[in-house]
């Protein structure tokens, strides 16, 4: 931990904390909506270029526990800077790849290194921010990383006009080259430094078995909630559709959901800082569920504005909720390593969400598969109103 509370602001570490988070979106968010293309464009069928962009997200999935031990082994500063080095090389196969089997591997290359380093980002913050601006800190991490991948796009859309679809891939080139040299100014915390160098760390197993209860009932609602958040980014688009939206429209529907939901990660932080986690975790998620049961009732332009942005600032209030809650239930020998655990259920839930969506629609409609996606944000909100701690301005969940 470091200095006094009264003391310690936010801003005095703002370009080292979230400097590099805001880099790294930008880049990933830059390669985001032309990965596709790029499959198709070197060869692959419509199939294969879907599981090539899938590949981001298995090869997060895949890093979380390898990183972890990465970033436990060689400390955050040097996670975070390996990360870098290990997404150029992936960016470099994409640029050169001419066969689809390149490219897979440039964007799972890619994925691997943005969970090495948001592991070692959230690390670093937990150590770095005291406990009672905890949650602050963690909102605006993943508020400034959402930041990031919004403006990515937009960015990367003025190059490609320029140089074609490489030219999402030089501008998170850049994005990224950013990010590790900046990570290259953020010192190691003393505490950090001297966690590696004495005691005997916990090992995998050893936690798993430590915190079981915490993993099985908190872990499993925030991947309920990342499985909510997956899907609210496929019902949109596919809702609009559905009921007879032109792409112009989906696009603005879905870039003000975007803008909605980055507006309020900081006084949402706040909150939960100063009066408990579940007053946020709780409207978030109630709000996003009740949005998707909603959505089937609309018919138009107007309606589906209407509760798109109301979802937006359902997700946008959430906005860092399981980092926090995962960091409040770190232990503090092994923390790097429960929160790799931690982020392999999260991140589970995000992949399995669309699946099931997929799935229910397939078997009924897609009305259906959206409200069957809704209820499980409903059970994400009892599972927090059973197990997370309330009443309290600092919470710190126990095993």
């Given at each position: 931990m470091s200095e006094d509370p009264q003391d310690?602001?936010?801003?005095?570490?703002?370009?080292?904390?979230?400097?590099?988070?805001?880099?790294?979106?930008?880049?990933?968010?830059?390669?985001?909506?032309?990965?596709?293309?790029?499959?198709?464009?070197?060869?692959?069928?419509?199939?294969?270029?879907?599981?090539?962009?899938?590949?981001?997200?298995?090869?997060a999935l895949v890093a979380n526990i390898p990183a972890a031990a990465l970033t436990t082994r060689f400390g955050e500063r040097r996670a975070m800077v390996g990360a870098a080095a290990f997404s150029l090389v992936g960016l470099a196969l994409c640029l050169l790849?001419?066969?689809?089997?390149?490219?897979?591997?440039?964007?799972?290359?890619?994925?691997?290194?943005?969970?090495?380093?948001?592991?070692?980002?959230?690390?670093?913050?937990?150590?770095?921010v005291p406990l009672p601006l905890r949650a602050r800190a963690m909102s605006t991490l993943g508020g400034i990383r959402r930041i990031g991948m919004f403006a990515g796009p937009f960015?990367?859309?003025?190059?490609?006009?320029?140089?074609?679809?490489?030219?999402?891939?030089?501008?998170?080139?850049?994005?990224?080259?950013?990010?590790?040299?900046?990570?290259l100014l953020v010192p190691d915390l003393p505490s950090s430094q001297q966690k590696r160098a004495t005691g005997r760390r916990p090992s995998m197993?050893?936690?798993?078995?430590?915190?079981a209860h915490v993993l099985l009932?908190?872990?499993?609602?925030?991947?309920?909630?990342?499985?909510?958040?997956?899907?609210?980014?496929?019902?949109?688009?596919?809702?609009?559709?559905?009921?007879?939206?032109?792409?112009t429209s989906t696009a603005l529907i879905y870039g003000l959901m975007g803008g909605v939901d980055m507006l309020l990660f900081y006084p949402a932080g706040m909150v939960m800082d100063k009066r408990g986690r579940l007053w946020i975790a709780l409207p978030s998620i109630l709000i996003m569920a009740g949005s998707l049961t909603l959505m089937p009732l609309t018919t138009g332009f107007a309606s589906l504005l209407l509760l798109s942005v109301v979802l937006g600032l359902g997700n946008g209030i959430g906005s860092g909720i399981v980092m926090t809650i995962g960091a409040d239930a770190s232990p503090t020998q092994g923390r790097t390593h429960f929160l790799g655990a931690w982020r392999t259920i999260a991140d589970l839930g995000g992949g399995t969400g669309p699946l099931l969506l997929s799935g229910i629609t397939a078997l009924?409609?897609?009305?259906?598969?959206?409200?069957?996606?809704?209820?499980?944000?409903?059970?994400?909100?009892?599972?927090?109103w059973r197990w997370l701690p309330r009443g309290e301005p600092v919470v710190q969940v126990r095993s």
């Open positions: 310690f602001s936010l801003r005095k570490i703002a370009v080292a904390a979230f400097g590099p988070s805001l880099l790294f979106g930008i880049g990933e968010g830059a390669i985001f909506p032309v990965v596709a293309l790029s499959a198709r464009d070197v060869g692959a069928s419509t199939a294969w270029a879907g599981f090539i962009v899938a590949l981001l997200g298995l090869g790849a001419v066969e689809p089997v390149v490219l897979a591997l440039g964007v799972l290359m890619v994925g691997m290194a943005s969970a090495v380093f948001l592991l070692a980002r959230q690390t670093w913050l937990i150590e770095a960015i990367a859309a003025l190059f490609i006009q320029l140089l074609g679809l490489r030219g999402a891939y030089w501008v998170a080139t850049v994005a990224i080259l950013a990010a590790g040299l900046l990570s197993r050893e936690l798993l078995g430590l915190h009932t908190l872990g499993i609602a925030c991947s309920l909630v990342s499985a909510l958040r997956a899907c609210r980014q496929i019902v949109i688009p596919l809702w609009a559709d559905q009921i007879g939206l032109d792409a009924a409609s897609l009305a259906w598969g959206i409200v069957a996606i809704s209820t499980i944000g409903y059970l994400a909100a009892w599972m927090f």
